[in-house]
């Protein structure tokens, strides 16, 4: 069963750059059916999709987070990577990432989240 | 893009159905078949539970299935249980203008 867990910092300042890894393990990245997405939820809102990427590295961005967001992927490791930057207080969340079916879409296996506080 | 519009909350007795909606517009929903619905108890991994609008992955009860009408997709949960009690989201690929896709604001489910 495939098994992904996210990993980041927790507490981020205002205006620093959030990094975040996403382990995959009992399975591999380097897979020609699907994309590996991020998604976050906000404190008492719903969720939203951050970006998605191929394992060749194609990949796809929330207009609203284009300019700041940065995915990557490393097939060595086994690990997707999130970088975003001048973070504030809108973007503290619960991250998380997920397998996305490359032709239809659907996330069909997620990790359980890592919480991410932006304070000072 | 807006989010997909779901009800905050529904609510139902042990082995009552519920329906919950989430509607879009005809450049998400009422385009695509590539909705899918996802259960989120607090702390654990969200489950993917219906995709491609009324399939169920192995494993989901049939208790659980999605439709389609227009810009609008619904979920039912029939034979309600107590575990069922999660928060629901529905999604949709929306990228008649490039790769996106967006979610709901999730509705949490009561089983009273």
């Known amino acids: 069963q495939l098994h992904l867990e996210e990993s980041g910092p927790g507490l981020v300042r205002p205006s620093e750059t959030l990094s975040l890894t996403c382990t995959v393990s009992d399975g591999s990245i380097i897979t020609s059916s699907y994309y590996w997405g991020w998604i976050r939820q906000p404190p008492g809102r719903g969720l939203e999709w951050i970006g998605s990427i191929y394992y060749r590295g194609s990949v796809f961005y929330n207009p609203s987070l284009r300019n700041r967001v940065t995915l990557s992927v490393d097939t060595s490791k086994e690990t997707l990577s999130l970088n975003l930057t001048s973070v504030t207080a809108t973007d503290t969340a619960v991250y998380y990432c997920a397998r996305q079916e490359l032709f239809n879409y659907y996330f069909d296996h997620w990790g359980q989240g890592t919480p991410v506080t932006v304070s000072a | 893009q807006s989010a997909l519009t779901q009800p905050r909350s529904v609510s139902g007795s042990p082995g009552q159905s519920v329906t919950i909606s989430c509607t879009g517009t005809?450049?998400?929903?009422?385009?695509?078949?590539?909705v899918s619905w996802y259960q989120h108890h607090p702390g654990r991994a969200p489950r993917l539970i219906i995709f491609?609008?009324?399939k169920r992955p192995s494993g989901v009860p049939d208790r659980f299935s999605g439709s389609k009408s227009g810009n609008t997709a619904s979920l039912t949960i029939s034979g309600l249980q107590a575990e069922d009690e999660a928060l629901y989201f529905c999604y949709s690929y929306a990228g008649s203008n490039g790769f996106y896709v967006m979610f709901g604001g999730g509705t949490h489910l009561t089983v009273l």
């Open positions: 005809n450049s998400d929903v009422g385009t695509y078949d590539y």
């Open positions: 491609d609008v009324t």
